[in-house]
């Protein structure tokens, strides 16, 4: 770690990132999203006034691209945490037709393919499911690299 990076756990779950540099934040918070201990690292600037027992988290920006369709296409999005995943979306070619993007999101993980919310896996679900073929969200959502 060295002098640059201070690591402070603040609550159960909780941890301050220290930097020395601002460029070093900035690198950090555009280049994510990030995972430790494949469990996702959900990241939020300080900001004046901000309390351990009030931060929150709502959302999570990740980088997703879309299919074979149209490979150079690759955005940055802000997934909330709080609904589920979105597996692709329709996009409007410039004569008007309207075609159904899927797409592939980079570096996923905490994915829980059995209710599409980001934060936990299948295992640890509390949401009932009927047929484990039948799940809407899969490996598939995950760029291969």
Do not use: Y
């Not at 460029?23 to 469990?39: A, I, K, T």
């Not at 955005?75 to 979306?89: A, E, F, N, Q, T």
């Not at 309207?98 to 934060?119: D, H, M, P, S």
């Amino acid at each position: 770690m060295g002098p640059n990076l201070k690591i402070i756990e603040v609550s159960d779950g909780l941890f301050q990132f220290k930097f020395a540099l601002e460029s070093q934040v900035s690198w950090v918070m555009n280049n994510g999203p990030w995972s430790f201990d494949n469990r996702i690292l959900v990241l939020r600037r300080w900001e004046r006034g901000m309390m351990a027992r009030s931060v929150n988290f709502i959302g999570l920006p990740i980088w997703a691209l879309t299919t074979d369709q149209a490979r150079f296409l690759r955005v940055r999005v802000v997934l909330p945490l709080d609904k589920l995943i979105r597996r692709g979306g329709s996009v409007v070619n410039p004569k008007g037709d309207k075609v159904w993007i899927a797409f592939k999101c980079e570096r996923l993980r905490g994915l829980c393919f059995q209710c599409g919310k980001i934060g936990h896996e299948a295992k640890e679900c509390t949401i009932p499911v009927t047929a484990k073929e039948d799940l809407p969200f899969g490996e598939w959502l995950k760029a291969g690299f």
